[in-house]
């Protein structure tokens, strides 16, 4: 298992940026493929994005490709969620989650066995 810690989130206005950042502890966070979700209050839970362990494949949902980035440092045992030109309606708790084994590519949250307890972001009009 792996302990997992999000940081970063906060207020900003429309069209700005933050970077989020996820903290990990535990054991071989390196072979871990790593996620991001949000959840605004009375929807459900959506995926975001996800990295593979190398960080060499990148998965978007459609709707923040060419605004959002996902990283990881293995070395700091970190993965990061950059989110640029950021919409009100993106205002949501972000989660970040460790993939299970051998869920490379998923964006179902099922296959994702590790759960941070999430960060705030709020985007204002």
């Known amino acids: 298992q792996v302990q997992l810690v999000e940081s970063g989130g906060g207020l900003v206005q429309a069209g700005g940026s933050l970077r989020l950042s996820c903290a990990a502890s535990?054991?071989?966070?390196?072979?871990?493929?790593m996620g991001w979700f949000r959840q605004a209050p009375g929807k459900e839970r959506e995926f975001v994005a996800a990295i593979s362990w190398s960080g060499g494949m990148l998965y978007y949902a459609d709707s923040v490709k060419g605004r959002f980035t996902i990283s990881r440092d293995n070395a700091k045992n970190t993965v990061y969620l950059q989110m640029n030109s950021l919409k009100p309606e993106e205002s949501a708790v972000y989660y970040c989650a460790a993939a299970r084994a051998g869920k490379y590519g998923s964006r179902r949250q099922d296959d994702f066995g590790s759960w941070g307890q999430g960060t705030q972001v709020t985007v204002s009009s």
């Open positions: 535990g054991r071989t966070f390196s072979s871990y493929a």
